[in-house]
């Protein structure tokens, strides 16, 4: 994990209402930073200035998948380098058991369900970083 105070997680999700819930959910968790994105693009944009500990993926983003957004970061190198250690986890409303293979094959520390169990969040993030 990179040396600063608050851990920093990108979420990428191009529901409103699922942003502004981990918004909300963020908001309650003292030490936590969390930036949002809404499409694989953005989120290549926000890699560029940002290097997250912890990468929340939605699997179905309106311009590429969550395995594609994972692709494009391990083709590049200096990218890839740059995120170091950083924990990736897939989240879907959809549970088929070879998408999930697919995500833990290119890197996914997880693979989490919507709705988002909140009460279990906190210590899932803790758990991922730890």
């Not at 990428?12 to 959910?25: F, K």
Request: proline share 6%.
């Amino acid at each position: 994990m990179p040396d600063r105070a608050a851990p920093l997680v990108l979420y990428v999700e191009d529901d409103r209402i699922h942003l502004i819930l981990m918004e909300e959910v963020f908001r309650t968790l003292p030490g936590w930073e969390l930036r949002c994105a809404e499409t694989g693009a953005e989120a290549l944009a926000a890699l560029a200035e940002c290097r997250p500990d912890l990468l929340l993926i939605d699997m179905n983003l309106p311009d590429m998948t969550g395995l594609q957004l994972r692709a494009h970061v391990a083709a590049d190198a200096d990218l890839s380098a740059a995120l170091g250690d950083a924990r990736w986890v897939a989240l879907s409303a959809d549970n088929p058991g070879d998408v999930v293979r697919a995500a833990r094959a290119a890197g996914f520390a997880d693979y989490w369900l919507k709705p988002i169990d909140v009460p279990r969040l906190e210590a899932s993030l803790r758990t991922l970083l730890r």
